[in-house]
């Protein structure tokens, strides 16, 4: 069954039944949304709507769950990606007004939603403000660019694989709102201490705590003169004033540079970046209830990785992981997919050499067992683990020069379809073309100094180091793009295993190729094999019948810092 939705009042909305060819039944307009929806799910189906954030977390929030769902906004923007039009408005007015030839409206401002426990607006749902000229209502627009999405989808070469990047797509959306609204848990208490001892007490009425003052006065005695440690224009100056010429005050700059000031300064940037990120401030704003709640962005990147709004929950360091403790009686089972890029690439390239090293299992008695860059030097590197993964770093990356140059050309020799299947996206890259992945997720177009079609007298030189550039990055999309897609597979798989398990196992993290579960510790192990099983079904929907193997390492901790 298929239900296209759109909320429309403070609590209510309409909602149709389509049948299989798309057809409405006839809208039918319900005061309560919520109640609507959650009678209709356990009958299964998908829900169509304009944008999974705006529909589902109100529904959400009043414990209504969606098992499949069929996002319009995110779908307009992989098909406009597909045609090279990457970046264009996705929302539900813009699709109807593409659709009828009309002015394409912009998308909304995108804002950083209100936080947990901070007011919020008493209506369930926000008021529509998406003009329609010429729809009878709203939901006539949802049915009718959902009508064209498939039919759009339909005329693709592979629209059975775009199916399903447009249903694990919308999928990750659902677990997004899930994740942001279950947080994860996290000890106030603990990260409060660990920032005292690296930081000292909190300061009073701001400043800089005592560490971080007493860093900047050894800076200063450093250079013998006065200098503000936070503005790289600052330290630039003060570098070039003491006779040491920098052009960037970035930590691998700085740490060439043989001077009294640079040990304090590496130290200092260190934990400034931990009090501005992760400090005081961050605990107020963000951990509330003994959770930390960030608003996920699934597809925010051009690959399909995903963000965040706030909170920067994809790059928590590892100084305050100690915070993320598991409650009393649950624990943390963490699973991180190890060497996804290189064996995504002997997947997707089917190198007969390349899958078998990949395709070693870890109990195996063989070189490299259950390690790819030990397999691979078993094979061609003479057993040095570093150059086979400088080789295939640089193969992945476009490294041409240095060790990694001269390494590559023994991979070539050895993995000639693997070296290949990335040198042909780069080609394609420095042509200005457009490469995609295996499900179809497309880069997005040459800029005009990619394509070297710049502005007369632009230099050749660097027009050239564009192309090489673009290059570059298409050589790397074809392989990342396909392993967001392999790790939004398996957190859609896993998604439903876990609501199988019932109320004692949670998803509270996701990033790249990690997945974080918080589940009652009796239910650790049957998590785990969840887990391994949604990794073994996104293998096998997205490379089919492959010898290459997606191991993980998995480790049920009470802390989240114990799994590194």
Known sequence: M????????????????????????????VPDLAAAVADREPAGGRWIWPDTPDCYGPLHRR?????????????????????????????LAAAWARLHDLPVPDDAPVTVA????????????????????????????????????????????????????VAAESAGALAATELGAVGLPWRADVHDRLLTELLGPRPVGGGRPPVLAGLAAEIEAGFGFRVNPDSPADLVRAFRRAGVPVTSTRAYVVRQVDHPAVPPLLRYKELARLHSANGWQFLADWVIGGRFRAEYVAGAVVSGRWGTRGGG??????????????????????????????????????????????????????????????????DAFGGDRQKAKIALLAAMYGGTSGDGGALLGTLRR??????????????????????????????????????????PGEAVSTSAASARARGRFTRNFVI???????????????????????????LVFFQHDEVVVHCRRELAGEVTAAVSASAEEATRLLFGSTPVLFPLDIATVDCYADAK
């Open 313 to 378: 929950a994809l790059q928590i360091p590892k100084a305050v992981r100690r915070a993320v403790v598991a409650d009393p009686g649950w624990a943390l089972v963490v699973a991180d997919a190890g060497q996804l890029e290189p064996r995504v690439l002997a997947a997707v390239s089917g190198d007969r050499g390349m899958s078998a090293a990949a395709g070693i299992p870890a109990d195996a008695a063989a070189p490299g067992a259950g390690d790819m860059y030990g397999a691979l030097a078993a």
């Open 480 to 506: 990342q793009a396909t392993a967001a897609e392999w790790a939004l597979l398996l957190l859609a798989d896993l998604r439903g295993r876990l609501h199988r398990l019932g109320a004692g196992a949670e």
């Open 414 to 455: 050895r993995f000639p379809d693997a070296v290949e299947y990335v040198e042909s996206a780069a080609r394609v890259g420095e042509q200005g073309g457009l490469v995609r992945s295996v499900l179809g997720r497309t880069c997005p177009p040459a800029s005009a100094a990619w394509s070297g079609t710049g502005e």
């Open 2 to 29: 298929w239900w296209a939705v759109h909320p429309d009042r403070e609590s209510g909305g309409d909602l149709t039944e389509l049948d299989a060819a798309g057809v409405p039944a006839g809208p039918v307009a």
């Open 114 to 165: 209100p936080q947990p426990g901070r007011p919020t607006q008493p209506a369930l749902f926000e008021p529509v403000a998406d003009e329609l000229p010429g729809a009878a209502s709203p939901l006539d627009a949802v049915v009718a660019v959902y009508a064209d999405q498939r039919r759009r989808i339909a005329a693709l070469p592979a629209p059975e694989r775009f199916r399903l990047l």
């Open 63 to 91: 414990g209504v769950r969606v098992a499949r769902c069929h996002d319009l906004a995110l779908t307009e923007t992989l098909l406009l990606g597909y045609d090279g039009r990457w970046g264009e408005p996705r929302s």
